[in-house]
């Protein structure tokens, strides 16, 4: 027979279990409380989405349900919709690649010199501030309909946020460091190596996410412009034939694309945190 001590003991650690799996669950929760309520809060909107048009509260023609969008996806996939997507992605790859290729080390050089900085400013500045759709024209005619002119929309979305990111990114120093720096005698190369390079990266990746928002942008409207293919283009014969399901189709392949890519960025930009200062 147990004794009262090995009651207390038996008593003691069944309380501590208990308390473990209490305070577990909390713990749990916080370390997952945004990924929980995201999704929560994308079924509720789904589950709204669905009701509102099977109750007849709006037209179907004008806002579609999660549903009918499933089955229009559905007969897009058996109908060429892979080849829309690689159209897409063809062009998206190539202008982005480009612009990320030109946009950061042009900011690099422009941040850094003085010179050339306000040599080009102000072509930059007209540049960032046209509207790519009014360019569209032009690129047609010089360019053709073709993959070309794609390419060049989405790179010119693209390459002028980034630019001026960096641009802002490299001027940006700390001053205290930067006497530092010099005060130990530092050169130039050490300088642009150890510091500038170091703070623009936050600048930069900021750069990239405004970029890649302009590059889709300019994507669907090339392709609703002048294409004989792509996501876009689906998107503008779906709408002149009033079908909303294939529209909501490629509006949900674009937007899943797109956080994607920004999810992948911020997940980047937290590798370069530690070059943030601390918040007390």
């Known amino acids: ?16 279990t208990r308390t473990d799996r209490i305070s577990t669950a909390p713990s749990l929760y916080r370390k997952y409380e945004h990924s929980f309520l995201g999704a929560l809060g994308k079924a509720i909107f789904l589950v709204l989405w669905e009701l509102l048009p099977a109750l007849g509260l709006v037209r179907p023609l004008f806002t579609s349900s999660p ?15 892979w080849s829309d997507i690689m159209i897409s992605g063809t062009e998206f790859g190539f202008g982005f690649v480009l ?17 050339w900085h306000a040599l080009f400013d102000p ?15 032009l690129l047609i005619l010089w360019l053709g309909i073709g993959l070309t002119s794609k390419i060049a929309v989405i ?58 928002g302009r590059a889709l942008v300019g994507m669907v409207v090339g392709e609703m412009v002048a294409s004989t293919g792509g996501i876009g283009h689906m998107m503008s014969t779906a709408g002149q034939t009033f079908q909303t399901d294939k529209v909501f189709v490629g509006i949900i392949l674009i937007a899943a694309f797109g956080y994607t890519l920004t999810a992948l960025l911020n997940r980047l930009e937290r590798r370069f945190e530690c070059w943030r200062p601390q918040r007390s």
């Open 1 to 16: 027979m147990l004794n009262n001590s090995d009651n207390s003991h038996t008593a003691t650690r069944l309380t501590a």
């Open 99 to 115: 612009a990320v290729l030109v946009g950061v080390p042009s900011g690099v050089l422009l941040g850094w010199y003085r010179g």
């Open 155 to 212: 790179f010119l979305g693209a390459v002028f946020p980034i630019l001026i990111n960096v641009i802002a990114g490299v001027r940006t120093i700390d001053q205290t460091l930067l006497m530092c720096a010099r005060s130990f005698g530092a050169t130039n190369r050490k300088i642009f190596t150890t510091l500038a390079l170091p703070s623009s990266i936050p600048f930069t990746l900021a750069g990239l996410r405004i970029g890649l």
């Open 67 to 81: 549903s009918r969008i499933l089955v229009a996806a559905k007969w897009l996939i058996a109908n060429g919709l």
């Open 123 to 137: 072509l930059i500045t007209m540049c960032y501030v046209t509207p790519r759709v009014a360019l569209l024209p």
